[in-house]
T-cell receptor, first 109, second 111 residues
Framework: GIQVEQSPPDLILQEGANSTLRCNFS?????LQWFHQNPWGQLINLFY???GTKQNGRLSATTVATERYSLLYISSSQTTDSGVYFC???????????FGTGTRLQVFP | KAGVTQTPRYLIKTRGQQVTLSCSPI?????VSWYQQTPGQGLQFLFE???????NKGNFPGRFSGRQFSNSRSEMNVSTLELGDSALYLC??????????FGSGTRLTVV
């Protein structure tokens, strides 16, 4: 099956810093999503981005499908950005999601 | 548009009991998927239902089952609970575009 690797596993930042999270996947996919898991466990959908670039406020994401990776950029980080960020992929839109192991981000004031 | 609703939020059960979790998808979404999250195994796919039919199943024992009703609401059931079933159970619904949207989850503790 498809393997999903995320890096780095842990990231500690001071408020205001920028960061880049990476997701590598081992096969072609038709669906790629970035999620933020909040302290209560809910997975918040950040981006649906099987290819191309999207931006939403301080967050942006880029997926290069031909090279099988995606990047999540967080600019001017805030303490509320803390949590675990997951990348998840599926081969086609109706297939199960395969999750990476996540990047745990801690932002300190 | 209301999101994905899971009930209950928290549950404590004793080994050997059974449990039923509920998930109401986003209005208009016909696909409902279930995932289990544990510290050791991460997020793992349990099963997916579409129009009341199981379309996909993960690698879990038969104690884990589910169903979907005509209004797209779904339930999952775990029988003969084991300590290792303690986990966060997440439900996701999907339309035709924009991927999956997850509910807040049910945190199950088996004692």
């Amino acid at each position: 099956g498809i393997q999903v690797e995320q890096s780095p596993p842990d990231l500690i930042l001071q408020e205001g810093a920028n960061s880049t999270l990476r997701c590598n996947f081992s096969d072609s996919v038709n669906n790629l999503q970035w999620f933020h898991q909040n302290p209560w466990g809910q997975l918040i959908n950040l981006f649906y981005i099987p290819s191309g670039t999207k931006q939403n406020g301080r967050l942006s994401a880029t997926t290069v499908a031909t090279e099988r990776y995606s990047l999540l950029y967080i600019s001017s980080s805030q303490t509320t950005d803390s949590g675990v960020y997951f990348c998840a992929v599926s081969r086609y839109n109706t297939d199960k999601l395969i999750f990476g192991t996540g990047t745990r981000l801690q932002v300190f004031p | 548009k209301a999101g994905v609703t899971q009930t209950p939020r928290y549950l404590i059960k004793t080994r050997g009991q059974q449990v039923t979790l509920s998930c109401s998808p986003i209005s208009g979404h016909r696909s409902v998927s279930w995932y289990q999250q544990t510290p050791g195994q991460g997020l793992q796919f349990l099963f997916e239902y579409f129009s009341e039919t199981q379309r996909n199943k993960g690698n879990f024992p038969g104690r884990f089952s589910g169903r979907q009703f005509s209004n797209s609401r779904s339930e999952m059931n775990v029988s003969t609970l084991e300590l290792g079933d303690s986990a966060l159970y997440l439900c996701a619904s999907s339309g035709t575009v924009n991927g999956y949207t997850f509910g807040s989850g049910t945190r199950l503790t088996v004692v």
